[in-house]
């Protein structure tokens, strides 16, 4: 793992941002350190105040206020480009009297030309940041800081409908704050409602008693208070009943206000819960929730917050769901009280068990532990207890020696609480980047507080954002440029000023271009078989080592554990069973999954060579990024030099590879999830007849019958589950193979195919002119 510490001014977001800066065929690029005033493009009176007192710095040297925002001028050089682009367009679609064949050009420039108009519409994916944190601990005050929205989201609103995924995102349409919530539809709520009556009913001593609760809390959220005690039959008499139905016939509800009090009014019974005040609360029938900020493209036009809370809950849908968000996101914030954060189960279990999902099997580049609600403390019982002698706090403000000392402390606290975790999960964060803050949001926004802004410590995750977002428009500037550049010399060679080649010489470079794909298909299938070879040999030392450890292993972890009380696990493994394998105890703070556990062995066995070709953070020699990007028809820079119409070949070739690596990349992080996940997943369907027989036992002995059953089925199968799952693993390898294949192949014969036309003395623009202005835009 990678720690950061950055200095005042300095941004930690410039430091997790990495790949070679003249790439483009990269995902990602460098963005340059600078150093950033962070109060820049700041909304609230606080952060207004912090920009007037920019100029008195703790370290004047490293406090460089940037004078034009790289966000601005991206979005400058993307405009003008973008207008030259338009012109040529135009001037185009209103060339007449061509023929065939240079009516067919005309049509395909065309086209590339409305694709590159639509990337941020339809193609740019954001980054997406999951905020994990039990509810109370300070998430949507956080959230409302950050954003300088202080009265946004109410206390509790993230987390406190423990199933409900809520992502937070920028409005780019108008100036309102709108909500898109998706909703069970009527059926599906139908037999959810069946499955919590059914819960409710059960008076037998092993009853599951968290489901038990949480089946009460949804009937009587929704339908009012003691609901719960009536039979289904008689709730469907009533009105409420009646009215949710009716409520339900849309499955998405959008709320849409210019004013934030009203917008937030309404939004509460959606994301908010009050035992006091049963009925009327909806979050039960709420799959998810996308809260739209206006005025805040800076900080978030190019990310999605994603509030990540916990999965106790008996639909298998909102675990799926929530699994399949857990994997897109690239960075990850773990929300925690400053009084808990070190001893709280919580975070540390989120970390511990959905690494595999965070790491080789998802996307994250960086990992932020946020410590919250700093300025909760009694200085006077904290001088006692942490000695501060009176040299340290005389003359100074006694409250924010005390929050600064314990900020300090806890910082380092958790750095070594993060090393002293196990080394397998330490080995999957070698290349994650982890930093940690101290928050409060509560002084952020109060004008007499004892704390600087800056020593907050909002200003520095609003940097965190802006400056993702900075790379993400620097990053959309260059891909765009790049594909004008492309398009400009594509017809550029059949301009008037560039015919003193012959169709001959066209129709030759084809043909070398052709037999250069398939030089390079060749190549990269070679390389696919080193890979897939390395793959193999790892996954059959996986299978011998599960073969031989899995039941020990998941009895050891999961299924007769040494530390448990047994007097209540037979309903923790119930349902964990009913749910096939998987289980998130409330009471516990963490995640119980059979099928991971007996993946563990193949899992460990795999995943130095997994993570050498599909790395999270930055391309290794044996990366498949790296093949690809190793990969061109293009064999020869000085060969292309010979002439203006070869030049603008090489170059419009060159554009178009750039772009196709880019899509490909994209391609290999979302397949490489499927392929990794794929152990589990095959696991849990060959599990699948165990958990069922085992989730349908009752009455005396329930435990140890519930444990030889499982022990039995794992026995039983062993040998063929464990190869199943490498066959799984590498066939899907294998689908990604002929999709990268079949991809770049029938991409790059469609860029060649221009240069095969027959077309004569007719000609297209003469683009130099425009060539020239993009040359002098993006200088």
């Known amino acids: ?266 939004l509460a019974c959606f994301i908010q819960y009050s035992v006091a005040s049963p009925g009327g609360w909806y979050w039960p029938l709420v799959k998810s929730v996308k809260i739209k900020i206006p005025n805040c493209d800076e900080l978030l036009k190019h990310i999605v917050l994603l509030d990540l809370p916990g999965t106790g809950d008996c639909n298998k849908t909102r675990e799926d769901l929530w699994k399949s968000k857990l994997r897109e996101c690239s960075s990850v914030w773990i929300v925690s009280d400053i009084n808990r954060a070190i001893t709280d189960k919580d975070p540390w279990g989120i970390l511990k068990h959905s690494i595999q999902d965070l790491g080789p099997g998802g996307e994250c580049k960086n990992i932020s532990f946020i410590c919250t609600k700093t300025d909760d403390i009694n200085p006077g019982a904290y001088m006692r207890s942490s000695r501060l002698t009176k040299d340290e706090i005389e003359n100074k403000d006694q409250t924010a020696v005390c929050i600064l000392h314990r900020n300090k402390t806890t910082k380092e606290s958790v750095k070594k609480k993060i090393e002293s975790l196990n080394p397998g999960t330490k080995k999957l964060m070698e290349k994650i980047s982890i930093e940690v803050f101290t928050v409060s949001s509560k002084s952020f926004f ?135 394998g998987h289980y998130w105890s409330k009471n516990w703070c963490m995640i119980l999954d059979l099928n991971e556990c007996l993946a563990t062995h193949m899992q460990e066995s795999i995943n130095e060579e997994f993570n050498q070709i599909f790395p999270v953070n930055e391309k290794t020699e044996e990366s498949l990024q790296k093949h690809l990007d190793n990969v061109s028809i293009i064999q020869s820079d000085n060969k292309y030099s010979r002439s203006a119409m070869l030049y603008h070949i090489q170059n419009f070739i060159k554009t178009r590879e750039n772009k196709l690596k880019v899509s490909l990349g994209r391609k290999v992080i979302n397949k490489k999830k499927e392929i990794y996940s794929s152990i589990a997943t095959t696991i849990q369907e060959k599990m699948g007849t165990g958990y069922e027989k085992a989730a349908k036992i009752k009455g005396k002995d329930t435990l140890k019958k519930m444990q030889k059953v499982l022990s039995d089925t794992i026995e039983s199968l062993k040998d063929d589950m464990f190869n199943d799952a490498k066959t799984e693993f590498l066939e899907r390898f294998n689908m990604l193979k002929l999709k990268i294949k079949n991809d770049f192949e029938s991409e790059m014969k469609s860029s060649m195919e221009p240069f095969n036309l027959h077309t004569g003395k007719t000609t297209l623009l003469d683009v130099s002119r425009e060539i020239e202005e993009i040359e002098r835009v993006a200088k």
């Open 1 to 266: 793992m990678t720690w950061h510490y950055s200095l005042p001014g300095t941004t930690f977001a410039d430091a997790f941002i990495s790949d070679e800066e003249t790439n483009s065929s990269t995902s990602w690029v460098v963005l340059r350190v600078k150093t950033i005033d962070s109060t820049m493009a700041s909304h609230s009176p606080k952060r207004m105040r912090l920009h007037d007192e920019s100029s008195v710095s703790h370290n004047s040297a490293s406090s460089i206020t940037c004078t034009e925002s790289p966000l601005t001028t991206d979005m400058t050089i993307m405009v003008q480009t973008k207008k030259i682009m338009d012109g040529v367009n135009t001037k185009i679609q209103t060339i007449k009297n061509i023929d065939q064949p240079m009516a067919t050009l005309k049509s395909y420039i065309v086209d590339i030309i409305s694709k590159m108009n639509q990337i941020d519409k339809d193609n740019r994916r954001k980054a997406t940041i999951g905020i994990f944190g039990q509810s109370g601990h300070g998430k949507s005050s956080l959230i409302n800081a950050i954003l300088g929205e202080e009265d946004l989201l109410p206390p509790g609103s993230l987390g406190a409908c423990t199933a409900v995924v809520t992502q937070v995102e920028a409005n780019l349409d108008d100036s309102n704050y709108t909500a898109e919530i998706e909703l069970y539809s009527k059926e599906e709520w139908d037999k959810m409602l069946q499955l919590l009556f059914r819960v409710l009913s059960d008076d037998s001593d092993d009853r599951d008693d968290e489901m038990f609760e949480s089946a009460k809390e949804k009937i009587a959220a929704v339908y009012g208070e003691d609901a719960d005690n009536k039979k289904i039959e008689e709730l469907k008499k009533d009105e409420k009943f009646a009215e949710i139905s009716n409520f339900l016939s849309n499955s998405e509800k959008i709320i849409s206000k210019r004013e934030r009090s009203d917008f937030a009014s309404e």
């Open 446 to 580: 109060k004008q007499n507080s004892n704390l600087e802004p800056t020593e907050t410590e909002i200003p520095k995750l609003q940097e965190v954002l802006k400056s993702i977002n900075r790379t993400i428009n620097q990053e959309m500037a260059r891909g765009y440029v790049s594909d004008a550049k492309g398009v400009l010399s594509l017809i550029q060679i059949f301009s008037p000023n560039t015919n003193e080649d012959t169709v001959e010489t066209k129709a030759k470079v084809h043909d070398e271009l052709a037999n250069n794909l398939k030089n390079a298909l060749t190549e990269l299938d070679r390389q696919f078989e080193i890979m897939y070879e390395n793959l193999d040999r790892c996954l059959s030392e996986g299978v011998q080592n599960s073969v031989r450890l899995c039941l020990a292993t998941a009895q050891k972890e999961l299924i007769k554990p040494d530390n448990i009380d047994n007097r209540g696990y037979h309903n923790t493994l119930k349902a964990l069973c009913k749910n096939k």
